[in-house]
């Protein structure tokens, strides 16, 4: 049995007058946050705000690399030469952690967005240009990816420190993968479910199917998106679950591993 996990949130999506989300809300409740880095959303005055805020919270903050697809939201799958989307990760990561200086924290992972996120976590081709773009700038950052995908491997393999992660409000094939948004049922809204999935993915290892198979999912983080309705209810219900069954919420980046200690 898990005794800590990492609950995280994509947040820092706000851009201009149009607000994703209670960034100071989900930030009171997760211990891990992957702040966007304007090429899906956000601005800079909002993405600042965030870090400021993850930093008041004690809240480790990431790179939530994408796409540059603002329309998109970057929920749409790009073809882009491997030189051009490892500079789009470089030029992402570098614009996050200068903001994060400006705002006394530091940047410790990365973790990609939406079609991004979801291509190359078993598409070769383009997971090596992410990896490639990450050791180019720092290769202490750890990477989240999908549990149970590729993409974890390869950056092992490159000598990335990885992290498999788990989404609180997706429902999962009995092959351990997501099940597409096109797709009913694939994202779930009862809060009071959710976290039981959770508590049985933290305890046992693994949560029920969208068929209603037990499927095993090694997971060190959970995602608890911040954008989606009841959002907030929803990560503190999974919190609190979690914590009365006594699981210590904790990020995945341990104390003497962040810079926002020194």
Request: a negative charge.
């Amino acid at each position: 049995m898990i005794k800590t996990i990492d609950l995280n949130s994509d947040l820092g999506e706000s851009f201009g007058q149009w607000r994703m989300g209670d960034d100071d809300a989900i930030l009171e409740v997760v211990s891990s946050a992957n702040v966007a880095c304007g090429f899906h959303a956000g601005d800079p005055v909002g993405i600042l705000r965030t870090l400021k805020s993850a930093k008041e919270n004690n809240v480790v903050v990431g790179a939530h690399v994408s796409y540059p697809d603002l329309v998109g939201f970057g929920r749409r799958k790009m073809d882009i030469a491997s030189h051009e989307l490892s500079a789009d990760v470089i030029y992402q990561i570098g614009a996050l952690q200068g903001l994060a200086v400006a705002a006394g924290t530091t940047l410790n992972y990365v973790k990609p967005h939406g079609a991004l996120y979801n291509t190359i976590a078993n598409d070769e081709y383009q997971a090596t240009a992410v990896i490639e773009g990450i050791l180019a700038i720092d290769p202490s950052l750890a990477l989240v990816g999908l549990a149970g995908s590729n993409i974890l491997k390869w950056a092992k393999e490159r000598g990335l420190k990885t992290i498999a992660e788990a989404f609180a409000d997706r429902a999962y094939t009995s092959k351990g993968e997501l099940v597409s948004r096109r797709e009913a049922g694939a994202v779930l809204y009862d809060a009071d479910l959710v976290a039981k999935r959770m508590l049985q993915l933290v305890t046992e290892g693994g949560v029920e199917s969208i068929d209603g198979k037990f499927t095993p999912i090694q997971a060190d983080s959970i995602c608890v998106h911040g954008d989606s309705p009841g959002a907030v209810d929803m990560a503190r219900q999974v919190k609190s679950v979690l914590q009365q069954a006594g699981i210590t919420i904790r990020s995945f980046i341990h104390e003497k591993e962040s810079h926002r200690y020194c």
